[in-house]
């Protein structure tokens, strides 16, 4: 295992892979064509405040995480006081809305009938 983080495969199979398995050097004919390290003073800017302006938000409020995200401890004090609804979505990355949108669209669905913002159609079909 990587620090504390379980593979998908580790969740599946309950094997453990090595680092030389999982993460192998791209082949010479990749290359970077920016050079990432240079857009780093922007970073703070994406993310900066974000948190407390979710928070701020006078209305129902949905996180969708992915089950290797984190909350940083602004976030993990609203999920506790309850100021927004949170769901995990296990065994996908990042993306969740790429990687499983069907559960992305029922937990959206759900969310948004539950707090009135929208109605359930009868006799609706996928």
Not at 40 to 52: A, Q, R, T, V
Request: with cysteine; net charge negative; aromatic share 8%.
């Amino acid at each position: 295992m990587h620090g504390e983080c379980i593979t998908e495969e580790e969740e599946e199979s309950g094997e453990k892979s090595t680092p030389t398995e999982e993460f192998k050097a791209p082949s010479a004919s990749y290359k970077w064509r920016i050079d990432l390290t240079q857009t780093e003073k922007h970073w703070p800017g994406w993310f900066h405040g974000l948190s407390s302006t979710f928070l701020s938000v006078p209305t129902a409020k949905l996180l969708l995480l992915a089950g290797i995200d984190r909350l940083d401890k602004e976030l993990t004090v609203g999920q506790m006081q309850g100021k927004f609804q949170m769901q995990v979505l296990p065994q996908c990355g990042h993306a969740v809305h790429e990687d499983v949108p069907d559960k992305v669209a029922e937990v959206v669905s759900t969310f948004l009938i539950r707090n009135r913002l929208a109605s359930a159609k009868d006799n609706f079909n996928w």
